[in-house]
């Protein structure tokens, strides 16, 4: 799957945030609250921007709330309700300002930023998270995004294969969910 690099990368960090910053369960255990906030909101961060510098607890406290409000989009998802998805995106896209606009820096080419100058590092995160949803939600791959279907396991996806069949968060619930079946099937001939 590949919306366009930049949205690719933005849509992972919204997902890293949520999986690294909102409570629930990971492949079969409750997850506590992180024990170092910064450090777990730093890691959301680096799973679209792997050189992003580290954050600071302020900083990590207001991406904490920012994860909690992206969350709610994966759950409507989860449940079908595309409306309410939508909704906390624009409320999202509202509240951050977001304001698209073309930049070139670094040496790399133009390329679309989602956020003005001026803001705040958690305020522009909020406007690019929110406008890479927006991406995938008004476009033909909503279906793309998740919350684990296995039991016990709330955490959120994106799925970036080819055939756009994944659903779960990752290899070690998929293997799990296989793992139990495969056990049913032989208990009951």
Not at 121 to 147: F, H, K, N, P, Q
């Amino acid at each position: 799957m590949d919306f366009n690099s930049h949205a690719d990368a933005i849509v992972r960090v919204a997902v890293g945030l949520v999986n690294e910053l909102t409570p629930g369960e990971s492949r079969g255990r409750a997850l506590p609250p992180p024990h170092d906030l910064a450090a777990a909101a730093t890691e959301g961060l680096r799973t679209g921007y792997p050189d992003h510098r580290e954050v600071t607890r302020t900083e990590a406290g207001e991406l904490a709330e920012i994860a909690a409000r992206l969350r709610v989009v994966f759950d409507a998802l989860a449940t079908g309700d595309v409306d309410a998805a939508a909704l906390q995106v624009n409320r999202l896209l509202e509240e951050s300002r977001a304001r698209p606009a073309l930049e070139r820096h670094d040496g790399e080419p133009w390329h679309l930023h989602f956020h003005g100058p001026g803001g705040t590092m958690t305020a522009d995160w909020a406007a690019s998270c929110a406008t890479g949803l927006a991406i995938v939600l008004g476009g033909d791959y909503r279906d793309r995004l998740g919350v684990c279907t296995a039991p016990h396991c709330d955490r959120v996806y994106v799925d970036v294969s080819r055939n756009g069949t994944r659903r779960f968060c990752g290899t070690a619930c998929q293997n799990r969910v296989k793992t139990a079946a495969f056990r049913a099937r032989g208990r009951f001939p």
